[in-house]
């Protein structure tokens, strides 16, 4: 994970990608299995995805902030 000030507002996002965390735990919640994750953004992998939910679970506030604010918009 990486977060840079001004790369899609500061958030988490995925190694080398401008794919943030929360988006990823978005689409799980909403029944997006990982596979079509995978498929969807081609750029990452398995362990990306295991990664992410690790994110997920250790920052559940942050990322829960993220896909409120988000869904706002």
Do not use: H, K
């Not at 794919?19 to 994750?37: H, K, Y």
């Not at 992998?45 to 250790?58: E, Q």
């Amino acid at each position: 994970m990486s977060q840079t000030p001004g790369v899609c507002g500061g958030d988490a996002c995925m190694r080398n990608t401008r794919i943030p965390v929360w988006v990823l735990e978005s689409f799980r919640r909403l029944g997006m299995n990982e596979s079509r994750l995978l498929n969807n953004y081609p750029t990452l992998i398995a362990t990306d995805l295991a990664n992410a939910w690790a994110y997920a679970a250790a920052f559940p506030e942050e990322i829960e902030i993220a896909i409120r604010e988000n869904d706002e918009d």
